[in-house]
C-alpha cells in the first residue's frame, strides 16, 4: 500500500497501513525503533533483513511503526534523529558495501511524522527482487532469503537456484539486445534508417529486467514526448511494440527514432551522417557523450514520471564501426597510428550499470571510457584528472 515511488510516501500512508491492519509478511517488515547504535550486530541483523528481501520477493523495511502480538501494524513511533538526510546517507551506504555483490535498485528514504506529541521521522527501506544475485551479508557471509515473517539462511541447493534465476534474468537482457540488433542489421527496424554508421543505446530499467513494468503507450501519441539520441524530444505514434519516436524522416529514411517498449525496456538510434576529410563517419568525441546524457537524463525523467525506480543498465553499441572515426582534437598527441579507429564493423560495449542516485555524468564515464579505449585511448578525455565532468570544448 505504498507508493511505487517511496520517495512519495506521506505520514498519510503509513496510518494506512494501520487502518487496513497491515501484517508483516514476505514483503513488509516493521521495526519499532532504528539501532541505538550502529555496532556489528545491528549490521549483521540489518543485512539478512536487506538480502533476504533481494533474495526472494524484495519488500519494504519501515523503521518508526510499532507492531501487535499477531504482527499487525499498530502505531507510527517518531524517531529523533539529529539528521535525516545523514541517517538516509549512512543507511545507502551499509546496502551498497556489506551486501555482495552490489544491491541494484534499493532506496531509502525519511519521512516527517508526528505521533504521541512527538515529531521525528520514519525510514522506509525498499528493496527489490534482484536479478544480480543471490546477495548474501557481508557481516557474516551468509546467504538469507525471506520466508514468511522471517528471514532464513540458505542451504547449498537455493543457492545454486537463485543463481541459476539471475542468470536466467540477466540472459534475458541480453538476448533483447542481441534480438534488437539483429533486427536492425536485417532491416527490419520499426523505421527505415538512411544509409551510414549506426549509434544504437538500449535503457533497461532494473524493475523492467525483473518483469515487473507496464507501460501504457498512448499517452506518448498525445501528450506526453518521447526523448530520442542527438536531437529534440518529440511525440510518438503507437505501434505494436508500444510508442515509437521517429526525427526528420524523409524519402530516403530517417536519422534515429526511439521506441520505448510495453515492458519498459527502450532503444534509441542516431545515424553518423557527417563525413571527415578521411571519409569516414564522424564520431564527435564530446558531441555524442552530450547526447547520450541528456537523453539518460530525459529517459530518467520520464521514469520516475512513470513512478519507475530510475536505476537501469546501459548498453551502447555502434554499428558500422570500422567505418567511423572518433573526432578528437588536433591538438591531442596520438602515439600510434591505429587511434582514433576502430577494429570491428560491430563494437557492443559491455552494459553498464546506471545508479539512480549518480548524476548522469558520472553514470556514463564508464560507457564513455570504453568508446575511448576501443579508439586507442585510455579513457575519456573528457574528465578530468578527479573523474569530474570537464570537457575541454563546448
Same mark, same amino acid.
Given at each position: ?113 508526528? @505521533?504521541?506529541?512527538? %515529531?521525528? &521521522?520514519?525510514?522506509?527501506? /525498499?528493496? +527489490?527482487?534482484?536479478? $544480480? ?130 515492458? @519498459?525496456?527502450?532503444? %534509441?538510434? &542516431?545515424?553518423?551522417?557527417? /563525413?571527415? +576529410?578521411?571519409?569516414? $563517419? ?113
Amino acid at each position: 500500500m505504498l507508493p511505487a515511488n517511496i520517495l512519495q510516501t506521506t505520514q498519510a500512508h503509513l496510518e494506512q497501513l494501520i487502518a487496513a491492519q497491515s501484517q508483516e509478511g514476505p514483503h513488509l517488515d516493521f521495526k519499532r525503533e532504528l539501532p541505538a547504535a550502529w555496532d556489528d550486530r545491528s549490521k549483521v541483523k540489518f543485512m539478512a533483513d536487506v538480502t533476504a528481501f533481494a533474495n526472494a520477493g524484495g519488500g519494504d523495511i519501515i523503521f518508526g511503526m510499532d507492531e501487535t502480538a499477531d504482527a499487525q501494524a499498530s502505531v507510527i513511533v517518531p524517531q529523533t534523529l539529529v539528521s535525516a538526510d545523514e541517517e538516509v546517507r549512512r543507511i545507502q551506504d551499509f546496502i551498497l558495501n556489506l551486501a555482495e555483490p552490489r544491491l541494484p535498485g534499493t532506496q531509502v528514504h525519511a519521512v516527517a511524522v508526528t @505521533g504521541a506529541g512527538t %515529531s521525528g &521521522h520514519a525510514v522506509i527501506v /525498499r528493496i +527489490p527482487q534482484s536479478w $544480480a544475485g543471490p546477495h548474501r551479508s557481508k557481516p557474516n557471509l551468509h546467504f538469507y532469503v525471506r520466508d514468511g515473517l522471517r528471514n532464513r539462511q540458505l542451504d547449498v541447493p537455493e543457492i545454486r537456484g537463485l543463481f541459476l534465476r539471475s542468470e536466467s534474468q540477466a540472459q534475458r537482457v541480453r538476448d533483447f539486445r542481441v534480438d534488437r540488433l539483429g533486427k536492425i542489421l536485417s532491416g527490419e527496424a520499426p523505421h527505415r534508417l538512411v544509409p551510414g554508421s549506426l549509434l544504437v543505446v538500449h535503457l533497461v530499467p532494473t524493475q523492467a529486467a525483473l518483469g515487473l513494468v507496464q507501460v501504457d503507450p498512448v499517452p506518448y501519441s498525445d501528450r506526453r514526448n518521447l526523448p530520442v539520441l542527438g536531437a529534440m524530444s518529440g511525440r510518438a505514434r503507437l505501434n505494436i511494440d508500444g510508442a515509437l519516436y521517429v526525427r526528420n524522416s524523409g524519402p530516403a529514411g530517417t536519422h534515429g527514432y526511439s521506441q520505448f517498449f510495453r515492458n @519498459g525496456f527502450f532503444e %534509441s538510434t &542516431h545515424v553518423l551522417t557527417g /563525413r571527415n +576529410p578521411a571519409g569516414k $563517419a564522424h564520431l564527435g568525441s564530446l558531441s555524442y557523450e552530450e547526447q547520450l546524457i541528456t537523453l539518460l537524463g530525459a529517459f530518467r525523467a520520464e521514469l520516475i514520471h512513470l513512478s519507475i525506480e530510475p536505476e537501469l543498465s546501459v548498453m551502447l553499441s555502434i554499428l558500422g564501426a570500422d567505418d567511423a572515426q572518433l573526432g578528437v582534437e588536433a591538438t591531442y598527441d596520438f602515439l600510434e597510428d591505429h587511434q582514433t579507429f576502430f577494429d570491428r564493423r560491430a563494437l557492443l560495449l559491455p552494459d553498464v550499470l546506471a545508479q539512480s542516485g549518480v548524476v548522469p555524468e558520472q553514470a556514463l564515464k564508464p560507457v564513455f571510457d570504453l568508446v575511448w579505449q576501443a579508439a586507442g585511448f585510455p579513457g575519456s578525455r573528457n574528465y578530468n584528472a578527479a573523474g569530474e565532468w570537464a570537457p575541454r570544448r563546448r
